[in-house]
């Protein structure tokens, strides 16, 4: 069975940052892209970025471009998005999600809240 679990989603004021981590157990991690998504009150949810299997190739939203790193470690299953210089915009609910064949997989979002 798939699973993905975020943590590390907090309250935290504007400069400030944050590390998410995302675990995932009943596939095999290291042959996959994965992505964070996030969605704010009233917005569709983004992608904010990607790495490829390996973690050779990485790919950013331009609004966080510069201030936020995703990472992985492929012996622990777990993917990570460091948060720096952190925004009341960066305000939503952080997703980590990877795509087998026609099949999306979500976990249960952590909540990342930006204010003073």
């Known amino acids: 069975q798939v699973q993905l679990v975020e943590s590390g989603g907090g309250l935290v004021q504007p400069g400030g940052s944050l590390r998410l981590s995302c675990a995932t157990s009943?596939?095999?991690?290291?042959?996959?892209?994965m992505k964070w998504y996030r969605q704010a009150p009233g917005k569709e949810r983004e992608l904010v970025a990607s790495i490829t299997s390996a973690g050779g190739l990485t790919t950013y939203a331009d609004s966080v471009k510069g201030r936020f790193t995703i990472s992985r470690d492929n012996g622990k299953n777990t993917v990570y998005l460091q948060m720096n210089s952190l925004k009341p915009e960066d305000t939503a609910v952080y997703y980590c999600?990877?795509?087998?064949?026609?099949?999306?997989?979500w976990g249960q979002g952590t909540q990342v809240t930006v204010s003073s």
């Open positions: 009943g596939f095999t991690f290291s042959r996959y892209t």
């Open positions: 999600n990877y795509l087998r064949g026609f099949n999306e997989y």
